[in-house]
């Protein structure tokens, strides 16, 4: 399984988003509470898990993964090995 450094996954997701800043995620902090949290920012960040990680995640997902370390273990579980 690959590693993936959280800290830089939290500023590839803030570079991603507009209106998200690194300093609002946390390893524990529930991603769909933060204000800006939206159907247009789950699919920004769907195609931001493909396009850098080689992973389809699905509305689904990100349900059961609740928080940002929660995304991370589900991403690092799908990556491809090479």
Known sequence: MKAIDPKTFIQQWADNIDGLEPQMLQLD?????????DSLVLLLTVAMVE??????????????????????????QRMPST
């Open 29 to 37: 902090t529930c991603y769909k509470n933060l204000p800006i949290w």
């Open 51 to 76: 396009s850098d990680y080689g992973v389809t995640l699905r509305g689904v997902d990100f349900e059961k993964a609740e928080t940002v370390a929660g995304l991370l273990e589900l991403i690092r």
